[in-house]
């Protein structure tokens, strides 16, 4: 990773930090009492950090762009998932009922899923390389990935996001959990339509035939 791209990542997460702990100081205790995360969500969310965080670092190989989705469509996905995420992880009130029991062996099972899913978008990236984008595009030189994950399922990275975020819903068992992995997942349904029609359109049959011999995300489901 250049160095100074290193620099940047580390200035913004210092902002973040000052800026976040100025707020709390400001907030009341009786609100900042509701807000705490417990510790299996405190480590949960620890653990989307540093996932988005190597996620920006990745997107540093990703290769010029030949086509892609328009700026309002990228710009309703990451809507529907920001909100989503922030409706997973924040105590909502009126939303705070518990559809699993409170345990430390649900939280612990939580935490293991969400890890393991992030390996999964860690590999899948890995083999994707520079055809990666945040965006539903084609890049130069596009193709069209079937080795590590890709042997299996088109969206791995899609699986492992939704396994990760399914993780942490359960190592939150609130109610508010299940209704975010809901938007999160009509978000990325509507991606994987864009995206397997593009693929459709740049490579023809040879998609046509890979598709025939894989799954979309979950291997025998879907």
Known sequence: MPIKRAIRIALKLGVAVIVGAYIGRHIPTSVRAQLRFPVGMSISVALLCLFSVYW????????PTKTSESKWSRGL????????VLLLI????GLT????PDSQFVVAAGLVIEAAFILLAVWARRHLGSNWSGEVRVAAGHQLVR???YRFVRH??????LGMYFGTAIVSGEIHAPIA???VALAYWRKIRME?????ETFGAEHEAYRRDSWALVPFLF
């Open 56 to 63: 920006s670092v990745a997107a540093k190989d990703s290769a």
């Open 77 to 84: 996905h990451l809507t529907l998932v920001n909100g989503g």
């Open 90 to 93: 924040l105590p909502v009130p």
């Open 97 to 100: 009922r518990r559809f699993l």
């Open 147 to 149: 080795t590590g994950p």
């Open 156 to 161: 791995p990275i899609y699986t492992a996001v």
């Open 181 to 183: 992995l809901a938007i």
């Open 196 to 200: 397997e029609r593009a693929m459709a």
